[in-house]
């Protein structure tokens, strides 16, 4: 399983092998990659400065764009409390487990 996000000027993929590839749109040339997560990628969304990573074993990735760098990730409270969804929100990461509910976590 690979997921691809674009915002323009970035294309990025992750895959079920835990790796993350950032390329130019407009060149094609690799950025960077990064393989921290421990576990299969399953989303990833992406603003002009970040990538956010969602990963099966129900943690999430922050990446700097602009440094291309991997920078940290978060681990939902619950492990039954899978993350399926995310957004960047005015400086803020918003997420939604199975549970229903929504957290807000510092970028």
């Not at 407009?26 to 421990?38: C, N, P, Q, V």
């Not at 681990?75 to 969804?85: G, I, L, R, T």
Request: hydrophobic share 40%; charged share 20%; with cysteine.
């Amino acid at each position: 399983m690979t997921v691809i996000a674009s915002n323009g000027k970035v294309v990025a993929s992750g895959d079920a092998y835990r790796y993350m590839h950032v390329w130019d749109a407009a060149t094609y040339e690799e950025l960077f990659k990064t393989g921290d997560h421990k576990d299969k990628i399953l989303d990833i969304y992406l603003t002009e400065s970040h990538m956010l990573s969602i990963t099966h074993d129900n943690q999430f990735g922050v990446s700097s764009l602009e440094q291309r760098q991997f920078l940290r990730q978060h681990k939902m409270p619950h492990a039954e409390k899978q993350v399926f969804s995310a957004v960047f929100a005015q400086g803020s990461i918003v997420t939604q487990g199975y549970d229903c509910a929504l957290r807000t976590w510092s970028l």
